[in-house]
């Protein structure tokens, strides 16, 4: 884990440098995602939260979008701001959702962010999941980050034709505590499945060990729910290539339908396409969008220092991570008016810039 966020942060680094030491004047995107300058930061030079704050920002497993995009957003931290910030490997979101609720300490000034899925989060805040039932998860959203691909990953030779042959074959169904289950275990649900019942093995793997074991023939089929494109799936299409490849599992209308119906809210219709993964044709699946949460009680000045150098640096976090294309200005704001509220110091940030009125 250690040399893998040693390689993120010299990703980091580099882009700094090809950049240049002073970085040009930053863009917005207005709310009707035209691109102009932000004169409001270029006219003061931004002003560098207290180094006595620790920010730990809880990702996901090592070949998921959430590990990278964590440990980029930590790098700018560390690179643009008197914040000492470092990223973790996680189990993902319900894991990264404790850590905030369990282990930040605003007496000590440290503070977990995390990367985590819509679907966990109002479990969590709501306390409808078992786990914060009794706590609930003390969160805020700073913005929303891309929208997640409900992956269902099988070889061309294992006969899983559509979500119902899932029935009576080997399937993961992510690493415990993870948004990845969550979603896998809610759509099981619509579609009538037990897992403990209906499967011959029931595994609960993250992105890079299912990924492994769908290689290896231990499994049949696994879940995981990523951006576009997940580099454990592109990396096992490419050594599954000279056996037939991989096939994607289609999510039909009336699951999709069922699914928004029974979890309004959650999820909408999304397609991947054929050329993210050198499939033989575009697979339709449900979407997700990731919400880049803190803890409710971290001080506006330190949440407000956060969402600005991110936004100010959008080009370093592009360039390095594909799914962050879709965190902008235009998307930040999706949840707003939601449920789980935004933090103050995020939107302190949103009025400034003029995306949010």
Same mark, same amino acid.
């Given at each position: 884990m250690i040399i893998g966020v040693v390689?993120?942060?010299?990703?980091? !680094?580099?882009?700094?440098? $090809?950049?240049? =030491?002073?970085?040009?004047?930053?863009?917005? =995107? $207005?709310?009707?995602?035209s691109t102009q300058t932000a004169q409001t930061q270029t006219s003061q030079p931004q002003q560098k939260a207290p180094a006595s704050y620790s920010v730990i920002i809880a990702t996901g497993g090592t070949g998921g979008v959430y590990y990278y995009y964590?440990?980029?957003? !930590?790098?700018?931290?560390?690179?643009? /701001?008197n914040?000492?910030?470092?990223?973790?490997?996680?189990?993902?979101?319900?894991d990264n959702l404790l850590l905030i609720r369990d282990k930040s300490d605003p007496t000590k000034g440290i503070y977990y962010c995390a990367t985590v899925l819509p679907d *966990?989060? @109002? &479990?969590? @805040?709501?306390? =409808?999941? *078992?786990?914060? +039932?009794?706590?609930?998860a003390p969160i805020a959203i700073m913005w929303a980050m891309y929208p997640n691909y409900l992956h269902i990953v099988t070889r061309s030779d294992?006969?899983?034709?559509?979500?119902?042959?899932?029935?009576?074959?080997?399937? *993961?169904?992510?690493?415990?505590?993870?948004?990845?289950?969550v979603e896998a275990l809610l759509l099981l649900q619509v579609l009538g499945i037990d897992p403990a019942k209906d499967f011959s093995k029931w595994e609960r793997l993250g992105a890079a060990e299912s990924a492994n074991a769908l290689k290896d023939g231990a499994i049949d089929a696994y879940f995981?729910?990523?951006? &576009?494109? /997940? *580099?454990?799936?592109?990396?096992?299409?490419?050594?599954?290539?000279?056996?037939?490849?991989?096939?994607?599992?289609?999510? %039909?209308?009336?699951?999709?339908?069922?699914? /928004?119906? +029974?979890f309004p809210g959650l999820a909408t219709k999304g397609v991947i396409p054929k050329n993210v993964y050198g499939t033989d044709k575009d697979v339709q699946t449900l979407t997700f969008w990731n919400m880049f949460v803190c803890h409710k009680d971290m001080p506006d000045e330190l949440a407000y220092q956060i969402t600005k150098t991110v936004f100010e640096h959008l080009d370093i976090l592009q360039k390095s991570v594909?799914? !962050? +294309?879709?965190?902008?200005?235009?998307?930040?704001?999706?949840?707003?008016?939601?449920?789980?509220? @935004?933090? %103050?110091?995020?939107?302190? @940030?949103? +009025?400034?810039?003029?995306?949010l009125k």
């Open positions: 390689v993120v942060l010299a990703i980091v !680094a580099i882009l700094v440098a $090809t950049i240049g =030491q002073n970085v040009a004047p930053p863009t917005t =995107q $207005t709310r009707t995602g964590g440990g980029v957003v !930590a790098g700018m931290l560390k690179n643009f /701001t914040i000492d910030a470092t990223s973790i490997q996680t189990a993902a979101s319900i *966990s989060a @109002y &479990l969590a @805040y709501t306390g =409808q999941d *078992s786990r914060f +039932k009794d706590r609930r294992t006969g899983i034709k559509t979500v119902y042959d899932l029935k009576g074959k080997r399937v *993961s169904t992510g690493a415990p505590g993870s948004g990845t289950e995981w729910s990523g951006g &576009l494109p /997940t *580099s454990s799936i592109v990396e096992l299409a490419a050594a599954l290539k000279q056996r037939g490849g991989i096939v994607l599992v289609e999510i %039909p209308d009336d699951a999709i339908n069922a699914f /928004t119906q +029974k594909a799914a !962050a +294309k879709d965190t902008t200005l235009k998307n930040a704001l999706l949840y707003y008016g939601g449920t789980i509220p @935004y933090h %103050p110091g995020a939107l302190r @940030y949103y +009025k400034e810039v003029g995306a």
